[in-house]
């Protein structure tokens, strides 16, 4: 069997570059002290939140081959250390949680198991990029069981609030009761390789694996929901114009004016 180190993960990052972190205020004047509290509330909330520093670490087992009633299975699993210590957080719960066996330390047997019947783990978070308040960070998932003619895998985008410390889901972005117009518009921005692949308007679901790249939002497919295991996961992208009154304003990149684009683009139509 090939080892996990001979494994490759297959994955696509397209994400915006870090924005910077808005700059100190001024020292106020007479004028400027005149300012209500409310308005400089943004401006203070801003200044307290961290420039994210990363870098992968992995994580202490308590078996680096653990068995169960399943079977054998090896891990590796490789969380961040950031200058953050919430955040660190967030993932080692999220890799306890999803292989429990790896941490408990419960006694195994001593006995060494048959290599050929040995599946294999993977797990690693990376550090993507910050905008201002926003950080992103991709789970990624490699699982091969013994004997299979393949391994499976998943990438994950996860958007972290730093100022909540929270995770932004996707329904946290999308403007109330605007789900099928979404639809509508990612189908219609997709629609020529969605027909290659016989995926009508009605079949196409959203899913809530996400992230912000340069050119739009990208929605992220399991293997298998869209195209073939040889394509890969599949990643359907929503230009940002398109995405004008559909994705709260809050959440979209703030170098271009979208509505004004595509009020532009309207009237440039014959």
């Known amino acids: 069997m090939t080892s996990l180190h001979n494994n490759k993960m297959r994955s696509v990052f397209a994400v915006v570059?870090?924005?910077?972190?808005?700059?100190a205020c001024q020292p106020q004047n007479d004028s400027a002290a005149a300012k209500s509290e409310e308005t400089?509330?943004?401006?203070?909330v801003a200044q307290s939140l961290p420039l994210i520093e990363a870098k992968?670490?992995?994580?202490?087992?308590a078996h680096s081959i653990a068995c169960d009633e399943e079977g054998c299975t090896q891990y590796q699993l490789y969380s961040l250390e950031t200058n953050v210590p919430w955040i660190n957080e967030y993932f080692d719960e999220r890799m306890k949680k999803a292989n429990p066996v790896a941490f408990e330390k419960t006694k195994q047997s001593a006995k060494q198991p048959d290599v050929s019947m040995l599946s294999e783990t993977l797990s690693d978070v990376r550090?993507?990029?910050?905008?201002?308040k926003y950080a992103d960070f991709v789970l990624m998932d490699y699982y091969y069981p013994a004997r299979a003619a393949?391994?499976?895998?998943?990438?994950e985008y996860i958007t972290l609030?730093?100022?909540?410390?929270?995770?932004v889901a996707l329904s946290d972005i999308v403007v109330e009761k605007t789900e099928s117009k979404l639809l509508?518009?990612?189908y219609s921005a997709n629609s020529m390789w969605l027909s290659e692949h016989n995926i009508s308007r009605e079949q196409l679901k959203l899913t809530d694996n996400y992230y912000m790249s340069a050119k739009g939002i990208v929605f992220v497919y399991p293997l298998y929901e869209l195209a073939s295991y040889a394509e890969g996961m599949s990643e359907l992208v929503l230009p940002y114009p398109q995405a004008s009154g559909l994705i709260k304003s809050e959440y979209l990149p703030s170098f271009v004016d979208y509505a004004a684009e595509r009020e532009k683009?309207?009237?440039?139509?014959?």
């Not at 992968?56 to 087992?61: D, E, I, K, M, Y």
């Not at 550090?127 to 201002?132: E, H, L, N, P």
């Not at 609030?161 to 995770?167: E, F, G, H, P, Y």
């Open 17 to 23: 570059l870090c924005v910077g972190l808005l700059s």
């Open 40 to 44: 400089a509330k943004p401006a203070k």
């Open 56 to 61: 992968v670490r992995p994580l202490p087992l």
């Open 127 to 132: 550090y993507v990029a910050q905008r201002g």
């Open 150 to 155: 393949h391994g499976m895998y998943h990438n």
């Open 161 to 167: 609030d730093l100022a909540t410390r929270k995770r």
């Open 184 to 186: 509508d518009a990612l």
């Open 265 to 270: 683009a309207g009237k440039e139509k014959p």
